[in-house]
Antibody, heavy 124, light 106 residues
Framework: QLQLQESGPGLVKPSETLSLTCTVSGGSISSSSYYWGWIRQPPGKGLEWIGSIYYSGSTYYNPSLKSRVTISVDTSKNQFSLKLSSVTAADTAVYYC????????????????WGQGTMVTVSS | SYELTQPLSVSVALGQTARITCGGNNIGSKNVHWYQQKPGQAPVLVIYRDSNRPSGIPERFSGSNSGNTATLTISRAQAGDEADYYCQVWDSSTAVFGGGTKLTVL
């Protein structure tokens, strides 16, 4: 059964770069049927999509975060990663990685499998 | 940018039917996905492409989408259905989530 697990520092200082990794187990990240995404949720608030990546390295990002976000993939390790630069307290959130279905007819689809999430706090 | 509007809260009596709406401009032309999130847990996909249930999701969960409103319907509501529910669509290669609806089972 496919599982996703986020890892990375739980505390980041303001103005620094947040770095997280998602490890995929029980399946290959190189499947042609899926993208792999990052979604975050500030405490007590709703979900916000950050961006997604294909195993080939093709990416697309939320326009509101695009200038600060980099998502990369390492197929040899079955991992994909998130970097968010110049963080502020507003970036404090639970960060989730998720598998995103790619439909042959409509393209982008639902996030069908999620990691458990990791809390990242931005504070000095 | 595209916006999705959900009611902040919906209440339903145990065993009755709950309907959670998701409003958006011509949302009927888009594919809507619904997620359930219980406190302290990751979201779980309960409906995809408007009305399809993933494996393991009870038949009590159903969805529809037309015009400017998509609806998640939960029949015979149970205490375990109490959770936050989010709708989601894609617009111009951007994933958009609704603000979420807290479902209370009375």
């Amino acid at each position: 059964q496919l599982q996703l697990q986020e890892s990375g520092p739980g505390l980041v200082k303001p103005s620094e770069t947040l770095s997280l990794t998602c490890t995929v187990s029980g399946g290959s990240i190189s499947s042609s049927s899926y993208y792999w995404g990052w979604i975050r949720q500030p405490p007590g608030k709703g979900l916000e999509w950050i961006g997604s990546i294909y195993y080939s390295g093709s990416t697309y990002y939320n326009p509101s975060l695009k200038s600060r976000v980099t998502i990369s993939v390492d197929t040899s390790k079955n991992q994909f990663s998130l970097k968010l630069s110049s963080v502020t307290a507003a970036d404090t959130a639970v960060y989730y990685c998720a598998r995103q279905i790619l439909y042959y007819d409509i393209g982008y689809g639902a996030f069908d499998i999620w990691g458990q999430g990791t809390m990242v706090t931005v504070s000095s | 940018s595209y916006e999705l509007t959900q009611p902040l809260s919906v209440s339903v009596a145990l065993g009755q039917t709950a309907r959670i709406t998701c409003g958006g401009n011509n949302i009927g032309s888009k594919n809507v996905h619904w997620y359930q999130q219980k406190p302290g847990q990751a979201p779980v996909l309960v409906i995809y492409r408007d009305s399809n249930r993933p494996s393991g999701i009870p038949e009590r969960f159903s969805g529809s989408n037309s015009g400017n409103t998509a609806t998640l319907t939960i029949s015979r509501a149970q205490a375990g259905d109490e959770a936050d529910y989010y709708c989601q669509v894609w617009d111009s290669s951007t994933a958009v989530f609704g603000g979420g609806t807290k479902l209370t089972v009375l």
